[in-house]
């Protein structure tokens, strides 16, 4: 089973940067690849970014200007590096595991890590 845990969330002005973690243990290498996903309130949980066990990343068309992937394979972190800022960005961020054998989905999640963006 794999265990993830995001960080690095907080309360920042527009403009200003963050970077979240998601750091995984466990079965890791069962891992395919992993997602950040964003959920605001009212809305539905939203793709943001994906890196493969490969190197390969996908970010979302909303924050590819602003938004990158990337990971610590030693560690087995993977992070989001969000500049630029914006109240819209404010949101729970997840991540997820695509795992080997299991449906795309319905893999591991962390707890999420709360950003706020002000204006």
């Known amino acids: 089973q794999v265990h993830l845990v995001e960080s690095g969330g907080g309360l920042v002005q527009a403009g200003e940067s963050l970077r979240l973690s998601c750091a995984a243990s466990?079965?890791?290498?069962?891992?395919?690849?992993i997602a950040w996903y964003r959920q605001a309130p009212g809305n539905q949980r939203e793709l943001v970014a994906t890196i493969s066990s490969g190197g390969s990343t996908y970010v979302s068309d909303s924050v590819k200007d602003r938004f990158t992937i990337s990971r610590d394979n030693a560690k087995n972190v993977v992070f989001l590096q969000m500049n630029s800022l914006k109240p819209e960005d404010t949101a729970v961020y997840y991540c997820n595991a695509d795992e080997v054998g299991v449906p795309a989905g319905y893999g591991s999640w962390g707890q999420g890590t709360q950003v706020i963006v002000s204006s």
């Open positions: 466990g079965s890791t290498w069962n891992i395919n690849a």
